[in-house]
């Protein structure tokens, strides 16, 4: 801002000459220069003043040695210059001192660096855009002086059209109409001009046309290119426009990238410099009007945070162990706050809401509540009745009396030239609360005492979430104006659903990086193939952003892979010696055990089942002197005990205890699950008939007790039951089968090589970590050649379509090259279809129409209905409409193909002469939304005359559409 009013006072204290405001249109010879001096102004007292007020400071006096220009002591040359043009004095060009990154900027231009200036909203970013200009021009002064005809230009763009006007308006003031010229799309003024604004995507259509890396006849002359709102980069649907523009900016051109905060941004910078050129991050996180945070509620007004401004206020965290289950808080009105701010001098304030009906709805609640004196009410009235004297169909319907009391709404729903009204009244001080939404915040000059931010949380497209830190901390920058105010104020206000604690952790929280938006679209894929060939088209892709980001992320996945393929070498060397096929053999042996004993397990299994079976059906019958085998819980042998039945006692269940009588003469009490085998097929002995228990013995499971000579006799009696006697035959046989393998593996020649299983594990070892390396390559590849894969689908697309024969556009190729749009390819083949040749100019444009239009919101109407040449039209276009859809589908290619039918009645009804306030009269749509449809249109028309390959017919319908549509409010009316 303080640069804005510096130069404004500079060309309004000194004659103009159609040259250099402030008289830089010095005398250059010999190695001198003279030129009116200019006494010291500070930086701070400068602000907020008029043009007016700096004159009794701004007394020229003449001195040889008080030059603005200084002679060059090194060898550097600029752009196409063959001779040293001189350097610019700073103390001369700026008087007040220069903060520290404004100086290392300007450094770092005057060494022929790009720069990347990261800076606060207010902190003086502009300036260094500004002094490009001013270096620029006063280079075109000097040249001139040599007797030299080229002429040094800077091309400043910016993301929107509002932005782009307002810097018209402001660089007219300072550097003189003749110096400046717009283009727009729509609109081109003094095109040749040395300082040309222009949207990003304008400045990008041009790298089109050129031989991307070289400077083509629009880029002639160009010595820098500013990108203002840099970190636009983050935006959805814009971010492509912004690394494009970059990507094929010609390396002799200087960029100044002028960014809010942004936490990476010395990665941004990094990237510039690969694909660019040298180039130097000039950061500052200063704000030379510190901020302070409020926080308001029903009860009053309360600072947010501590004094160190780093946690929440203690009086505003919630109480605890007092939980208030249902209740809600108390939410301010507009009123009271807007009264709050009255009382405490924190007036002018930009109130955000996040609505369009919120901001209109918020002035009409203040009523007939005026913020005005007498004496700026009277400057109001003036200047608003002139306005609505020329304009008198711009007057914005319930906010003609708001304004006048110092009240205003700004948001896309308003007409352009009412907005224009608002911040021009806004920057003189005129409005002292204007309620806006979000996209105030994008850059356009109004300054504010304070910010009030109305919610911290927001719809979106993919649902409702808290405000991120960069656009919390993009509104709350617009607080503070440099020179005027000691602090800025951010007033946050409690509501609903968020509170104090969510205040303080935005406003506590540094900004957000920025994140590649980058998406090939038709038109990058056929302007970059009209000129370079496939490969050449892939180191550009391979430039963006998103994949300099994809790089840096991917490099821990890099790095594991080159931990894994060492230990993979490491592994690889230690089998190195091994016989890789005995290895193989040893581990198929090894297989071929594990299936044996497994099968040997299921035999087992069912043979113990068997056993379990037959044993619990026999035993009920089993008479004393039955052989039987013992082992158990009760019987804890290793092997089975050959005893035979003496006598069955009550047990504790429904079974039995069995009183047995071993081999080895003892006596033992078991249970029936203690018997693992039954063996009938030898016979009873029936000495045991006469045998009693010993009266020690007592009858309870587990016990047992030595027998005497008696029952030695009849233990001799008991046949030796080998362990086999109790293994099934089919187990045996399995038994036999796994020792002969094991035997193969002891003897096999896999043992000379060290030990065959620790061998067998690293070579698995081996096997996985090929298998993961392998995998971690294909995923890296997918990642790191994603932009690249997008790029290959729209080219298998446009082969579809006949708009590429191999990688060489076709005429349909060259149509859709030619467009600038979302779809290019949609756009192209709509029309080379024919369906739009014969239609008279007000159905070309409603058709046009559709074919750019959004689909609208569904609560949205209109009492116009399109005419049937026009529906005629349109439905010829519905099958290409399908199959591109088809396509898209089949390629996961997320472009729109608009062809929108509720709202085009509008633009033909326009075209047709209706009047605009009779067109608002007949739709719910805002009047900003209609202008907005009708320029999108006007965009889409104005390309048309200059598409190739189309019929004379169809250009010169679409010259006549312009002209239809063209007129207030709908054209920018700039002068």
Same mark, same amino acid.
């Given at each position: 801002?303080?640069?804005?009013?510096?130069?404004?006072?500079?060309?309004?204290?000194?004659?103009?000459?159609?040259?250099?405001?402030?008289?830089?249109?010095?005398?250059v010879?010999?190695?001198?220069?003279?030129?009116?001096?200019?006494?010291?102004?500070?930086?701070?007292?400068?602000?907020?003043?008029?043009?007016?007020?700096?004159?009794?400071?701004?007394?020229?006096?003449?001195?040889?040695?008080?030059c603005?220009?200084?002679?060059?002591?090194?060898?550097?040359?600029?752009?196409?210059?063959?001779?040293?043009?001189?350097?610019?004095?700073?103390?001369?060009?700026?008087?007040?001192?220069?903060?520290?990154?404004?100086?290392?900027?300007?450094?770092?231009?005057?060494?022929?660096?790009?720069?990347?200036?990261?800076?606060?909203t207010?902190?003086?970013?502009?300036?260094?855009?500004?002094?490009?200009?001013?270096?620029?021009?006063?280079r075109?002064?000097?040249?001139?002086?040599?007797g030299?005809?080229?002429?040094?230009?800077?091309?400043?763009?910016?993301p929107?059209?509002?932005?782009?006007?307002?810097?018209?308006?402001?660089?007219?003031?300072?550097?003189?109409?003749?110096?400046?010229?717009?283009?727009?799309?729509?609109?081109?003024?003094?095109?040749?001009?040395?300082?040309?604004?222009?949207?990003?995507?304008?400045?990008?259509?041009?790298?089109y046309?050129?031989?991307?890396?070289?400077?083509?006849?629009?880029?002639?002359?160009?010595?820098?290119?500013?990108?203002?709102e840099?970190?636009?980069?983050?935006d959805?649907?814009?971010?492509?426009?912004?690394?494009?523009?970059?990507?094929y900016?010609?390396?002799?051109?200087?960029?100044?990238?002028?960014?809010?905060?942004?936490?990476?941004?010395?990665?941004?910078?990094?990237?510039?410099?690969?694909?660019?050129?040298?180039?130097?991050?000039?950061?500052?996180?200063?704000?030379?009007?510190?901020?302070?945070?409020?926080?308001c509620?029903?009860?009053?007004?309360?600072?947010?945070?501590?004094?160190?401004?780093?946690?929440?206020?203690?009086?505003?965290?919630?109480?605890?162990?007092?939980?208030q289950?249902?209740?809600?808080?108390e939410?301010?009105?507009?009123?009271?706050?807007?009264?709050?701010?009255?009382?405490?001098?924190?007036?002018?304030?930009i109130?955000?809401?996040?609505?369009?009906?919120?901001?209109?709805?918020?002035v009409?609640?203040?009523?007939?509540?005026?913020?005005?004196s007498?004496?700026e009410?009277?400057?109001?009235?003036q200047?608003?009745?002139? /306005? *609505?004297?020329?304009?008198?169909? =711009? %007057? @914005?319907? #319930?906010?003609? +009396?708001?304004?006048?009391?110092?009240?205003?709404?700004?948001?896309?729903?308003?007409?352009?030239?009412?907005?224009?009204?608002?911040?021009?009244?806004?920057?003189?001080?005129?409005?002292?609360?204007?309620?806006?939404?979000?996209?105030?915040?994008?850059?356009?000059?109004?300054?504010?005492?304070?910010?009030?931010?109305?919610?911290?949380?927001?719809?979106?497209?993919?649902g409702?979430?808290?405000?991120?830190?960069?656009? /919390? *901390?993009?509104?709350?920058?617009? =607080? %503070? @104006?440099? #020179?005027?105010? +000691?602090?800025?104020?951010?007033?946050?206000?409690?509501?609903?659903?968020?509170?104090?604690?969510?205040?303080?952790?935005?406003?506590?929280?540094?900004?957000?990086?920025?994140?590649?938006?980058?998406t090939?679209?038709?038109?990058?894929?056929?302007?970059?193939?009209?000129?370079?060939?496939?490969?050449?088209?892939?180191?550009?892709?391979?430039?963006?952003?998103?994949?300099?980001?994809?790089?840096?992320?991917?490099?821990?996945?890099?790095q594991?892979?080159?931990?894994?393929?060492?230990?993979?070498?490491?592994?690889?060397?230690?089998i190195a010696?091994?016989?890789?096929?005995?290895?193989?053999?040893?581990?198929?042996?090894?297989?071929?055990?594990?299936?044996?004993?497994?099968?040997?397990?299921?035999?087992?299994?069912?043979?113990?089942?068997?056993?379990?079976?037959?044993?619990?059906t026999?035993l009920?019958?089993?008479i004393a002197?039955?052989?039987?085998?013992?082992?158990?819980?009760?019987?804890?042998?290793?092997?089975?005990?050959?005893?035979?039945?003496?006598?069955?006692?009550?047990?504790?269940?429904?079974?039995?205890?069995?009183?047995?009588?071993?081999?080895d003469?003892?006596?033992?009490?078991?249970t029936?699950?203690?018997?693992?085998?039954?063996?009938?097929?030898?016979?009873?002995?029936?000495s045991?008939?006469?045998?009693?228990?010993?009266?020690?013995?007592?009858?309870?499971?587990?016990?047992?007790?030595?027998?005497?000579?008696?029952?030695?006799?009849?233990?001799?009696q008991?046949?030796?039951?080998?362990?086999?006697?109790?293994?099934?035959?089919?187990?045996q046989?399995?038994?036999?089968?796994?020792a002969?393998?094991?035997a193969?593996l002891?003897?096999?020649?896999?043992?000379q090589y060290?030990?065959?299983?620790h061998?067998?594990?690293?070579l698995?070892?081996?096997?996985?970590?090929?298998?993961?390396?392998?995998?971690?390559?294909?995923?890296?590849?997918?990642?790191?050649?994603?932009?690249?894969?997008?790029?290959?689908?729209?080219?298998?697309?446009?082969?579809?379509?006949?708009?590429?024969?191999?990688?060489?556009?076709?005429?349909m190729?060259?149509i859709?090259?030619a467009?600038?749009g979302?779809?290019?390819?949609?756009?192209?083949?709509?029309?080379?279809?024919?369906?739009?040749?014969?239609?008279?100019?007000?159905?070309?444009?409603?058709?046009?129409?559709?074919?750019?239009t959004?689909?609208s919101?569904?609560?949205?109407?209109?009492?116009?209905?399109?005419?049937?040449?026009?529906?005629e039209?349109l439905?010829?276009?519905?099958?290409?409409?399908?199959?591109?859809?088809?396509?898209?589908?089949?390629?996961?290619?997320?472009?729109?193909?608009?062809?929108?039918?509720?709202?085009?009645?509008?633009?033909?009804?326009?075209?047709?002469?209706?009047?605009?306030?009779d067109?608002?009269?007949?739709?719910?749509?805002?009047e900003?939304?209609?202008?907005?449809?009708?320029?999108r249109?006007?965009?889409?028309?104005a390309?048309?005359?200059?598409?190739?390959?189309?019929?004379?017919?169809?250009?010169?319908?679409?010259?006549?559409?312009?002209?239809?549509?063209?007129?207030?409010?709908?054209?920018?009316g700039?002068?």
């Amino acid at each position: 801002m303080f640069a804005s009013q510096m130069t404004r006072a500079l060309s309004e204290s000194l004659p103009k000459t159609g040259h250099l405001p402030g008289r830089l249109d010095a005398v250059v010879s010999n190695g001198s220069c003279r030129i009116g001096g200019i006494g010291s102004i500070s930086q701070t007292g400068l602000d907020g003043l008029n043009g007016s007020d700096l004159l009794p400071s701004l007394r020229p006096t003449l001195h040889h040695r008080d030059c603005l220009f200084f002679h060059s002591t090194s060898d550097r040359k600029r752009v196409n210059d063959s001779l040293q043009a001189p350097e610019l004095d700073l103390d001369r060009i700026f008087p007040f001192p220069l903060d520290g990154f404004q100086r290392q900027a300007i450094a770092a231009l005057n060494a022929n660096k790009s720069v990347v200036v990261c800076a606060p909203t207010g902190s003086g970013k502009t300036l260094i855009g500004e002094y490009a200009i001013i270096r620029a021009l006063a280079r075109n002064q000097w040249l001139a002086k040599q007797g030299r005809s080229e002429k040094r230009r800077v091309f400043y763009t910016t993301p929107l059209k509002a932005l782009s006007n307002q810097k018209l308006r402001d660089f007219r003031d300072r550097f003189g109409e003749d110096q400046v010229g717009l283009l727009t799309g729509d609109v081109s003024i003094n095109r040749d001009a040395p300082i040309l604004v222009m949207t990003t995507e304008i400045f990008r259509n041009m790298l089109y046309g050129t031989a991307i890396g070289q400077v083509g006849t629009s880029l002639e002359g160009v010595e820098a290119v500013v990108l203002d709102e840099c970190h636009y980069m983050n935006d959805r649907q814009r971010g492509t426009v912004w690394e494009e523009s970059i990507i094929y900016c010609p390396r002799d051109i200087q960029l100044v990238a002028l960014s809010a905060t942004v936490a990476n941004s010395d990665q941004l910078t990094d990237w510039i410099d690969k694909v660019h050129g040298p180039t130097e991050l000039i950061y500052s996180d200063f704000r030379p009007v510190p901020l302070q945070f409020h926080f308001c509620t029903a009860k009053g007004m309360f600072p947010l945070l501590t004094s160190n401004q780093k946690a929440i206020n203690p009086r505003l965290k919630p109480k605890a162990g007092k939980p208030q289950k249902g209740k809600q808080q108390e939410v301010p009105s507009i009123a009271y706050i807007v009264s709050q701010l009255r009382q405490r001098e924190m007036l002018p304030a930009i109130y955000f809401i996040f609505s369009r009906r919120g901001c209109d709805a918020a002035v009409k609640e203040l009523g007939n509540f005026s913020l005005v004196s007498e004496a700026e009410a009277a400057q109001l009235k003036q200047q608003i009745d002139a /306005f *609505l004297d020329r304009n008198p169909e =711009a %007057g @914005r319907a #319930g906010q003609v +009396e708001a304004l006048y009391r110092g009240v205003a709404a700004h948001h896309a729903g308003i007409l352009p030239a009412w907005k224009v009204l608002v911040e021009e009244l806004f920057q003189q001080g005129m409005i002292k609360v204007v309620f806006a939404t979000e996209t105030l915040a994008a850059g356009i000059n109004m300054p504010a005492r304070t910010t009030v931010i109305s919610s911290l949380s927001k719809r979106t497209d993919r649902g409702h979430r808290l405000l991120t830190a960069s656009e /919390f *901390l993009q509104m709350a920058g617009r =607080a %503070g @104006r440099r #020179g005027m105010d +000691e602090l800025g104020h951010v007033v946050t206000v409690q509501n609903k659903f968020e509170g104090a604690s969510e205040a303080a952790f935005l406003a506590t929280q540094g900004a957000d990086p920025l994140v590649s938006q980058f998406t090939p679209s038709y038109g990058m894929v056929l302007n970059l193939l009209q000129n370079h060939s496939l490969e050449e088209a892939r180191e550009l892709v391979e430039r963006s952003f998103g994949q300099y980001l994809s790089t840096l992320y991917l490099k821990p996945q890099r790095q594991a892979i080159e931990d894994l393929e060492a230990e993979l070498e490491h592994h690889q060397a230690q089998i190195a010696h091994v016989h890789l096929p005995d290895l193989a053999s040893y581990e198929k042996l090894n297989e071929r055990l594990r299936e044996e004993r497994r099968l040997l397990k299921i035999l087992q299994q069912q043979s113990h089942e068997m056993q379990v079976h037959d044993l619990h059906t026999a035993l009920p019958f089993a008479i004393a002197g039955t052989l039987l085998s013992l082992k158990g819980k009760h019987i804890p042998v290793s092997t089975p005990i050959a005893a035979t039945l003496v006598a069955k006692v009550p047990g504790a269940g429904k079974a039995p205890y069995l009183v047995c009588l071993g081999r080895d003469n003892r006596w033992y009490v078991a249970t029936t699950q203690d018997v693992v085998g039954l063996h009938a097929e030898f016979p009873r002995i029936a000495s045991v008939d006469f045998l009693v228990p010993p009266p020690e013995l007592p009858l309870k499971p587990g016990q047992s007790r030595s027998g005497g000579e008696e029952t030695g006799a009849i233990a001799q009696q008991i046949p030796y039951l080998s362990p086999e006697a109790e293994v099934a035959p089919e187990v045996q046989e399995q038994q036999r089968r796994v020792a002969a393998v094991e035997a193969q593996l002891a003897t096999h020649p896999a043992h000379q090589y060290g030990n065959p299983a620790h061998l067998l594990k690293r070579l698995h070892r081996i096997e996985r970590l090929q298998e993961d390396i392998r995998d971690r390559q294909e995923k890296l590849a997918k990642h790191s050649q994603r932009y690249w894969q997008e790029f290959l689908n729209l080219i298998e697309i446009l082969r579809h379509f006949g708009c590429l024969q191999g990688t060489t556009p076709t005429e349909m190729g060259q149509i859709a090259a030619a467009i600038r749009g979302d779809n290019e390819l949609w756009l192209g083949m709509a029309l080379a279809s024919g369906e739009l040749d014969d239609l008279d100019p007000h159905c070309l444009a409603a058709s046009c129409a559709a074919l750019v239009t959004e689909v609208s919101r569904p609560d949205t109407w209109t009492r116009f209905e399109v005419s049937g040449e026009v529906e005629e039209a349109l439905s010829g276009l519905r099958h290409t409409r399908r199959q591109l859809f088809q396509l898209q589908r089949r390629y996961q290619v997320d472009l729109p193909i608009w062809l929108e039918y509720d709202f085009i009645a509008l633009v033909e009804q326009w075209a047709l002469g209706v009047a605009w306030v009779d067109l608002c009269d007949s739709t719910s749509l805002d009047e900003g939304d209609i202008v907005r449809i009708l320029r999108r249109t006007l965009d889409f028309l104005a390309q048309i005359p200059y598409v190739p390959h189309l019929p004379a017919e169809l250009h010169q319908n679409a010259r006549r559409a312009i002209q239809l549509i063209d007129r207030f409010p709908v054209n920018e009316g700039i002068e």
